[in-house]
């Protein structure tokens, strides 16, 4: 059964700080999603990462893959406040369809 | 372009209800999906399917139906409501290797 556990949960910081966020997952898969959460609100896609060794960047923020340590990172750069959300990944079990195991998500809260 | 829509957004129901959730896509895509999503939680899958007339379990199906007639639409059903199914139900959408498209989310209590 794939696993995938992401840390920390939860993550306050100051504007203008870098953090990373870390995603592990159990079985192997070279296929994984990051989603931002809004609270109340739908999942908007923020990167996809489908092969070892994959970065993505989009403004403030940078994703990667390394599928043998099976470790996804995702990067904030200088946070501001709008990045306030909550960050899930999610891996593909690679069975045909796009199944996936998502994590529990990060809530990240940026304070000014 | 609408993208992933569901109905209803709210509902409530009484224990041993029964309920359908809509979900249509006007992307054309082959693959649908419907997730729950319970409090401060991230989202199990519950069936999904690679195009119309295929459906099949994905990791919690228990208490659920669906079908998929037409590659738009891929409603869920609820047999028999029970507490448990009180959760946020998300409908999406892909392609293959592409990311997923997904909709407003239903809230859905028991009671």
């Known amino acids: 059964e794939l696993k995938v556990e992401q840390n920390p949960l939860f993550l306050s910081m100051q504007e203008g700080k870098n953090y990373t966020i870390y995603c592990n997952y159990s079985?192997?898969?070279?296929?994984l999603y990051w989603y931002r959460q809004d609270p109340g609100k739908s999942l908007e896609s923020l990167f996809v990462l489908l092969s070892n060794g994959a970065v993505k960047q989009e403004g403030r923020l940078m994703a990667s893959l390394d599928t043998k340590a099976r470790l996804s990172t995702l990067h904030i750069t200088a946070a501001v406040h709008d990045l306030s959300a909550t960050y899930f990944c999610a891996v593909d079990l690679n069975q045909g369809a796009q199944k996936l195991v998502f994590g529990q998500g990060t809530r990240l809260t940026i304070n000014p | 372009n609408a993208g992933v829509t569901q109905t209803p957004k709210f509902r409530i129901l009484k224990i041993g209800q029964s309920m359908t959730l809509q979900c249509t896509q006007d992307m054309n895509h082959n693959y649908m999906y419907w997730y729950r999503q319970d409090p401060g939680m991230g989202l199990k899958l519950i069936y999904y399917s690679v195009g119309a007339g295929i459906t099949d379990k994905g990791e919690v199906p228990n208490g659920y139906n669906v079908s998929r007639s037409t590659t738009e639409d891929f409603p869920l059903r609820l047999e028999l409501a029970a507490p448990s199914q009180t959760s946020v139900y998300f409908c999406?959408?892909?392609?293959?290797?592409?990311?997923?498209?997904f909709g407003q989310g239903t809230r859905l209590t028991v009671v």
């Open positions: 079985t192997t898969s070279d296929r």
């Open positions: 999406a959408s892909s392609l293959t290797n592409t990311e997923a498209f």
